[in-house]
């Protein structure tokens, strides 16, 4: 949780479903950084 308040202190929408909305969007922005940091494993003979 402390991850996603680095995008946004706070949340901008009021409504409920715009809320539920915008954090998904932060989450897929951090599990995009999580991707590009991931290692990438290549089978070796």
């Known amino acids: ?24 969007v932060r989450i897929a922005v951090l599990n995009g950084y999580t991707a590009l940091g991931a290692p990438m494993t290549v089978a070796v003979r």
């Open 1 to 24: 949780m402390n991850c996603i308040k680095l995008l946004g202190q706070s949340l901008m929408a009021r409504d409920c479903d715009r809320q539920i909305a915008e954090l998904q």
